[in-house]
């Protein structure tokens, strides 16, 4: 058995400059996950939980301490080489969708596919665009998709790679009730079936309840 945390952070601060000197956002966060845990950070609009994902994700550089993944030092790689660290264990999914809007749904459920070199990466996204249950609107473009299914969308895209570690920012917060529910059930079917660990970023209580373990962000410290 494994027992080397898939994510784990350790004194990880960040401050930025400010009128009266440094100000702190994040102070001494430690911060341990294991293979296949889902951890829940919550915490009210600008508690600093985005940028939190963002140090552990290899998004930014702390101003203390460092983050490991898989292990392996993370947060000391340069910007590219944190890229293809991230593109081989991590999966991404944001309130905001992001997905390319000049490709179609089966193109960018693809796209990270193509990126890893995945023979039959056409036949693997159709299946996992089923899966959600867009089986029939492969050729859609986003616009033309309700928020709902832009999200089940992202969420094929996010795990068609089968990363082993998947960042979650805000999953819900776009979405109206009734897709809300849908697509919450749906990404911890999917976390599930796949054993992949997963980090949530949340300010739903609900949708936190949901992880095995829930922390709190407050005032730049992290809290059981």
Do not use: Y
């Amino acid at each position: 058995m494994n027992d080397t945390p898939i994510l784990a952070a350790e004194g990880l601060g960040k401050s930025v400059p400010g009128p009266d000197g440094p100000l702190m956002l994040l102070d001494s966060i430690d911060l341990a996950v294991a293979p296949a845990e889902t951890v829940a950070v919550r915490g009210p609009s600008g508690s600093g939980k985005s940028t939190l994902l963002g140090l552990l994700a290899g998004l930014d550089v702390p101003s203390a301490g460092g983050v490991r993944l898989d292990g392996e030092p993370f947060s000391t790689l340069d910007e590219d080489a944190r890229a293809r660290r991230r593109g081989a264990v991590c999966g991404f999914v944001f309130q905001a969708f992001h997905l390319v809007p000049d490709l179609d749904a089966l193109e960018n459920v693809m796209l990270p596919l193509e990126v890893a070199g995945r023979r039959g990466a056409r036949e693997e996204a159709a299946a996992w665009l089923e899966r959600v249950g867009l089986g029939h609107r492969l050729r859609h473009f986003p616009a033309t998709l309700s928020g709902g299914e832009q999200q089940r969308v992202a969420l094929a895209r996010a795990f068609a790679p089968r990363p082993r570690l998947l960042f979650a920012d805000e999953p819900t917060g776009s979405l109206d009730h009734a897709n809300r529910d849908r697509v919450a059930d749906l990404l911890f079917e999917l976390n599930a079936e796949a054993g992949t660990a997963l980090v949530l970023v949340t300010h739903d209580d609900a949708l936190a309840a949901r992880c095995g373990r829930t922390l709190d962000l407050e005032a730049g410290r992290l809290h059981a």
